[in-house]
């Protein structure tokens, strides 16, 4: 598989004679299989052939799986990793996993799953090593179309992406909230072969169950109390072209099992209908949960999320990449410095400051204070005394002069009330306890723009 006419090889890494032969049972017939007993005689092996697939234990007498793991995949990243574990280690497993291991299966195991998961490591594998041939090929690095990012990280994630849009594998997009996740959906479909046809959000966290079947599948007039008119799902609307799942994990288990369904089988029927529709789309979904950890607790289908999860896309916060801020900030500035010409600018202090800031609501919190202060401030150059409070550290406002604290403070509540009242002067005149003209004289003072 790895090369064509070749067989795949696989090493078992397992210090339990028991085991170590029955994978050798399993998986003769099919692929090549060498054996290691311990980590050292594993990256011995390793070191001397080429292997595609590793089922690895985690608990190994002379290195611990996490740590082997990580050598191996510095040695080569292309090869995939299978964790072999036990149910207790459930939770190293899906540190594993974190770590880059492909996937990982519990012991006691089922041949067919075994055999499931290592053919489905070797598709990946060979894929990825097919694109990353035709990757060189295509313009690299381009910056994403009003995706901007030069952190090491996000400059990992925009090389992904332009990996995965040369594939129909399913995505899985994990990332705090604000992070950027329906950027990335959008991004991987906008260099896809499907970018001329459309993309489809179905937002999981925003349609209510009861319309979510039909919203997604469609129905037929009369289906059911309310439907008037044959209506086409969102499957229909998104035929050749790719649907992102936003928000996955609020989806309820039942729909959960409906879609798996046709993810696998590529088709459905509309509501009230028996008519089988194929469609060809190309699935992403997206989440800010740990859907790990809803598995675990019965609230996630486990097989859908295998099914999800073929190219896993993890998008850091904001507080892991601050090297982006610098960027972004600029991004905005320009984004919504509508009628000023040149755009706004930060000063340096005030860069220093949000770059120290931690962001809890990532790109989102960014973009809507820098929208906040476009509107605000006055002047050509936004500067500390501009930027709210709540991102500085004790230290760098205890460095403030009192006078400058007291105006800092000044300008945000008075810029937090007149928001509240769509900025009618009066009306904030009142709430603030002012006159009219005083606050015209203060808002002119602080460098609020009316
Ligand atoms: N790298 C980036 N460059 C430019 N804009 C970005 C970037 N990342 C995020 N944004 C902007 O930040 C906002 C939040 O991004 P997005 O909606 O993709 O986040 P999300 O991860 O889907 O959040 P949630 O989990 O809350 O749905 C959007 O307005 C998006 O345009
Ligand atoms: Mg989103």
Redesign the pocket.
């Known amino acids: 598989m790895s090369e064509i006419g070749k067989r795949a090889t696989i090493l078992v890494v397992d210090d339990e004679q028991g085991v170590r032969q029955s994978f050798h049972m399993v998986l003769k017939d099919e692929f090549e299989v060498l054996l290691a007993e311990t980590g050292n005689q594993a990256i011995d092996i390793f070191t001397n052939n080429t292997v595609d697939v590793i089922l690895l234990d985690i608990l190994l007498p002379d290195i611990n799986g996490i740590e082997l793991l990580e050598r191996l995949k510095d040695m080569d990243p292309n090869t995939e990793i299978i964790m072999i574990t036990a149910v207790k280690d459930i939770q190293t497993a899906v540190k594993a996993i974190k770590q880059g291991a492909y996937e990982y299966i519990i012991k006691p195991f089922n041949v067919d799953e075994v055999v499931t998961v290592i053919r489905r490591a070797l598709e990946k594998h060979t894929l990825v090593k097919e694109l990353t041939y035709l990757k060189g090929e295509l313009e690299r690095v381009q910056p994403f179309e ?4 030069n952190d090491e990280k ?1 400059m990992k994630i925009f090389d992904l992406i332009s990996t995965i849009s040369q594939s129909d594998g399913t995505v899985l997009v994990q ?10 959906a959008r991004a991987i479909h906008r260099r896809s072969p499907r970018k001329d046809r459309p993309f489809v959000v179905i937002s999981c966290a925003a349609i209510p169950p009861t319309l979510m079947e039909s919203e997604i599948f469609g129905h037929t007039k009369g289906a059911f109390t309310g439907a008037v008119h044959t209506a086409m799902g969102k499957l229909e609307i998104a035929h050749r072209g790719t649907i992102l799942l ?2 996955i994990d609020s989806l309820d288990i039942n729909m959960q099992g409906k879609l798996l369904r046709v993810i696998q089988e590529r088709e459905f029927e509309r509501l009230g209908s028996t008519k089988v529709i194929r469609v060809d789309v190309r699935f992403i979904a ?1 989440s ?1 949960k740990d859907l790990e950890e809803l598995i675990n607790r019965g609230e996630f289908r486990e097989d859908l999320f295998y099914r999800l999860n073929v190219f896993p896309v993890m ?1 850091p916060p904001l507080r892991e990449r601050k090297g ?1 801020i610098p960027s ?1 900030l600029n ?1 905005f500035l320009e984004l919504f410095s509508k009628g000023d010409n040149p755009p706004k600018r930060f000063s340096p202090e005030a860069v220093k400051v949000l770059m120290k800031y931690d962001w809890p609501g990532n ?2 919190e960014l ?1 809507n204070l820098v929208q906040r202060l476009s509107t605000l401030c006055r002047g050509p150059v936004i500067r500390l005394r501009d930027i709210p409070m709540f991102t500085m550290t004790r230290t760098e406002i205890k460095d403030m002069p009192l006078r400058e604290a007291i105006k800092a403070f000044e300008k945000q509540y008075i810029a937090t009330i007149l928001e509240s009242v769509n900025y009618n002067r009066t009306k904030a005149a009142e709430i603030l306890g002012v006159h009219r003209n005083t606050l015209s004289a203060k808002l002119y003072e602080l460098g609020i723009r009316p």
């Open positions: 009003k995706m901007v990012g996000m990332g705090e909230s604000g992070t950027g996740k329906e950027l990335v936003d928000d997206s800010n998008v982006d972004l991004h790109v989102r973009e």
